[in-house]
């Protein structure tokens, strides 16, 4: 900027050519001072500012953060800061690869990676103006092409299984069988392969295996050529047949061909073509099991065909073994399923009745030995085993075997025994320790038997032969008897009476080693066999318990019974009496339950005790505590059934609203908020209402309020006119009103006088109990956010003279009352006052160090605002500030500034409008 002079009006030009350092994010300021040396003198100072951008250059480089070596060219480019019609100017520099291209147009570059690693690209803008911006980097990471290589390719049968691809040899690779039918897994660089061909050619499928490894990528295929497998028809043969069979088994022949038969279960006779020849000599399960190798050398799938090669079994024969010359009718006979024939041979006799069934009588002829012998054929004509049997026919008989139980119960009735029956013959019995019933002379008896101990029975058979006239006598056969003790069961012992769901014990004495079968009415048979059971019943009623007794030796008892009653539980009743007690007005309340006659009631009290009728079903209570109370009461019957505990809750209200304080708020005087607290319990009270009413009107407003309030606040209060009282009521829970005491506000009226402020107000109403411990007067000067303790008063005081003309531009004041016992407190309505800025500006001072008026300094009250700025006579600002404790020590530049006259410019305002001062200021040396 020129200095120049002239008469009228001069005009000066402002040229600046910036350089690339003067960029910046803040903006320049420059001041014009021009001066008028007529008379009077005139000066005018004028500002203005200039904003110098900086050159940033390349924010950003765009492009492949990971390649490939194996990759051709990348191309990057940059973000610049030129503008759409100007071609950025760049220098590109590249680490571990070659730049291949650049277009500076677009601002791009194309880059050859040559090594691996971690490589770089650096990139600096320059302006039109040459101006260099930041040098922008981008890390570009080259792996290595990884090397990839799969087995060669191969030929397998349809139906193999093979093993391809290669072992994992990277970690963090990742692989991929591309599009490849038959491999078991996708994902797993070896894996297993197989595929099936039907078809008469060979099939090729061609294997992708990729392997990917970050940025690089690289393919191996292998190709599996699949020759096809023999498909072969059921086999056609007999699955049915008879052992020692033959059977032919065939499939339809198929050119090319070869054949190959496995047996189970029989021998092979022929069978290298299409058709086999088997001969089955095993029984039960046999297999067929044939495959077929083409021309590839392919194995088909094989076929099986299951086949049952049946061998008729059959058991002895059962019958007489000794027989009387010339006995008929003689019975034998073998096992049968019903469906098969049976072929009867006989020697030394002939076949009287049932010749092909498994049961025939026999005419035996004169003295010698007999044989008979059978076979049977089931119903494929499949014939099994001989069964043989030697017969005596003599004189000379062998009684049969006795046979029936040898050990048993004494006292046992109809015991059957029995010996092998033969036509004509007659069995002569005879025992011990017993009765035989029926005392004839036929194969079977009944024996009742006698007391513990050991017994026998015997028997002989004779028989005779009508055509020598001759007796035969058999032999005598014995067969001994054990009889076992019967138990001797007593003392079955159990409850006669119970409740439902009560365990009763049932015990009973016996054998040591005995068993107990228990049957319990509703219960059925327990499959505890213990000599003590637990049972339970769940409804009331008459039962039975039975127990019978068995020893070790399958000895059993007679039943034993008893009897038990199961008695009702008492049925639940409600407690009758009032459930709502409010104190002090109600006294000693009766209470009653109606239960069940003769029983006992057990009663229990929750903030009372029991005054009168202890264990009986009407009582008195005597209410001791207030809150919720319980009343509880279990009946026990006659028989100690107890019922179900019924209870009844018994609300014990003491209802009292306590008004703890009233003030307006702290942080907004136009509201009013109410605190109090209500014992007992409030929330079964209804009907709360809040009263307000001015100190100095009569009319009254009623506000509703919730019982779970402990507070309220009362919006658009008119707290600068008025103060208010309030109090609150209430119905407790038996219908009777309850009132609060009462509170009222401080109401302030303070006036402003020339030197400061006068405060008057009402006092607080409420805490007559406690009363007020002290009045504190608090305040807000200026921008102050919150109120702060200014002085301490007395409580009595209700008036305070405050000097305070110069403490600030805006005070506000209230008052705050203290309670004396508890932390409540008061606060009255606000009163604030405005107060006009001043400033006492000096004209000269003298930074001579002689320590008198060295600085110049500015006194200011009531200030909102301030700045001041000092300019020399070329327009230069060689001081300012916006803080009055910011002194100027006149210098300029860390440089003592020359004496003479300089300008200066204040800006000041307190709670009004903006004051200005211009003035001259003279620096004395």
Request: charged share 20%.
């Amino acid at each position: 900027l020129n200095q120049v002079q002239g008469k009228g009006s001069i005009t000066t030009k402002f040229n600046w050519n910036t350089r690339c350092h003067q960029g910046r994010k803040s903006p320049y300021t420059f001041v014009t001072n021009v001066i008028d040396d007529g008379c009077p003198s005139k000066e005018q100072h004028h500002t203005f500012s200039v904003e110098v951008k900086p050159f940033n250059g390349v924010s950003k480089i765009e492009g492949l953060k990971n390649v490939c070596s194996s990759d051709g060219p990348k191309l990057y480019k940059a973000n610049t800061q030129s503008n759409d019609t100007t071609d950025p100017i760049l220098n590109w520099m590249v680490t571990g690869g070659t730049i291949q291209n650049i277009n500076k147009k677009a601002g791009s570059a194309l880059i050859q990676w040559d090594s691996t690693g971690t490589n770089e690209i650096a990139v600096v803008e320059k302006s039109l103006n040459g101006c260099f911006g930041d040098t922008t980097t981008k890390q570009v990471a080259v792996y290595q092409q990884p090397s990839l290589e799969v087995q060669p390719d191969t030929t397998i049968c349809s139906r193999d299984t093979i093993s391809v691809g290669t072992k994992k040899t990277d970690p963090i690779a990742q692989y991929d069988w591309v599009n490849s039918v038959g491999v078991f897994s996708k994902s797993n660089p070896q894996t297993d392969f197989a595929y099936r061909n039907y078809s008469d050619t060979i099939v090729g499928k061609a294997l992708k295996l990729k392997m990917v490894k970050v940025a690089c990528e690289v393919i191996d295929t292998l190709t599996i050529e699949v020759q096809p497998e023999p498909l072969l028809p059921s086999i056609r043969g007999a699955s049915k047949l008879c052992i020692n069979d033959t059977a032919d088994y065939e499939v339809a022949q198929e050119p090319g061909l070869n054949y190959n038969w496995e047996i189970e279960g029989g021998n092979k006779l022929l069978g290298d073509s299409a058709i086999s020849r088997i001969f089955w000599n095993n029984p039960d399960s046999g297999l067929v099991k044939l495959s077929a190798v083409n021309r590839f050398g392919c194995v088909s799938e094989p076929r099986t065909k299951n086949v049952f090669v049946e061998k008729p079994t059959i058991n002895p024969i059962n019958g007489r073994q000794s027989v009387c010359p010339n006995s008929e009718n003689i019975q034998y006979w073998v096992d049968s399923l019903g469906t098969e024939l049976f072929q009867w041979s006989v020697q030394g006799g002939a076949i009287a009745d049932g010749a092909n069934s498994n049961n025939i009588k026999v005419n035996w002829g004169g003295e010698g030995n007999g044989h008979l012998q059978v076979y049977k054929v089931n119903k494929l004509g499949c014939l099994g085993d001989t069964a043989k049997m030697n017969v005596d026919i003599g004189y000379e008989l062998n009684t049969p075997p006795i046979e029936g139980d040898t050990a048993v119960c004494e006292f046992s009735k109809g015991v059957p025994y029995e010996v092998m029956d033969a036509n004509g013959s007659e069995f002569h019995w005879k025992m011990q320790s017993g009765t035989i019933q029926n005392a004839g002379k036929e194969h079977q008896i009944s024996v009742d038997w006698g007391s513990q101990g050991r017994g026998w029975i015997e028997v002989y058979e004779t028989a005779y032969d009508p055509v020598n006239n001759k007796t035969c006598n058999g032999d005598t056969t014995i067969q001994p008897i054990l009889i076992n003790r019967n138990p001797e069961t007593k003392n079955l012992t159990g409850p006669d009476d119970i409740c439902p769901n009560e365990t009763a014990s049932f015990s009973v004495d016996g054998f040591e080693s005995s068993s107990f079968e228990w049957n319990i009415k509703e219960k059925g048979t327990l499959t505890d066999s213990s000599d003590e059971v637990q049972v339970q019943w769940a409804k009331p009623g008459s039962y039975e318990a039975k127990v019978k007794e068995w020893t070790r030796n399958g000895c059993s008892g007679e039943w034993f019974t008893t009897s038990v009653t199961v008695h009702p539980i008492p049925e639940p009743k409600a407690i009758e009496g009032l459930d709502t007690i409010c104190f002090p007005n109600d006294g000693i309340t009766a209470y009653q339950y109606n239960g069940m006659d003769s029983a006992t009631y057990e009663w229990n009290i929750e903030h009372g005790e029991v005054y009168q009728g202890h264990g009986e079903s009407n009582i008195k209570v005597d209410w001791l505590e207030k809150g919720q109370g319980q009343i509880r009461v279990q009946e026990t019957s006659q028989y100690g059934c107890k019922g179900k505990i019924q209870e009844k809750p018994i609300l014990l209200d003491s209802l009292a609203i306590n008004l703890n304080y009233v003030t307006t708020l702290p942080d907004d005087d136009s509201q009013i908020k109410v605190n109090w607290n209500a014992s007992g319990d409030p929330e079964r009270a209804y009907g709360y209402q809040l009263h307000k009413q001015a100190r100095t009107q009569e009319q009254a407003n009623t506000y509703a309020l919730s019982p779970k309030d402990s507070s309220f606040v009362d919006d658009h209060v008119l707290t600068n006119q008025h103060s208010y009282e309030y109090r609150i009521s209430g119905t407790n829970a038996c219908g009777r009103p309850i009132t609060s005491n009462s509170h009222a506000t401080i109401l302030l009226n303070g006036t402003k006088d020339q030197n400061g402020i006068k405060l008057d107000w009402r006092d607080y109403k409420g805490w007559e109990q406690n009363g007020i411990q002290a009045y504190k007067i608090a305040r807000k000067v200026d921008d102050e956010n919150q109120d702060q303790v200014y002085e301490r008063l007395g409580a009595g005081q209700t008036n305070k003279q405050l000097e305070v003309g110069l403490d600030g531009y805006h005070q506000c004041y209230r008052i705050i009352a203290a309670q004396r016992a508890g932390n409540a407190q008061s606060w009255s309505n606000e009163n604030c006052f405005d107060f006009e800025a001043k400033v006492h500006i000096p004209n000269a001072f003298s930074p001579n160090e002689d320590m008198i008026n060295d600085q110049f300094m500015i006194e200011g009250y009531n200030l909102k605002e301030f700045r001041i700025r000092i300019y020399n006579r070329w327009g230069e600002e060689v001081f300012s500030s916006q803080s009055l404790d910011k002194t100027w020590d006149g210098t300029y530049k860390d440089q003592k500034a020359s004496p003479g006259k300089y300008i200066v410019l204040i800006k000041y305002r307190g709670n009004s409008e903006i004051q200005s001062y211009e003035g001259l200021l003279h620096l004395i040396r």
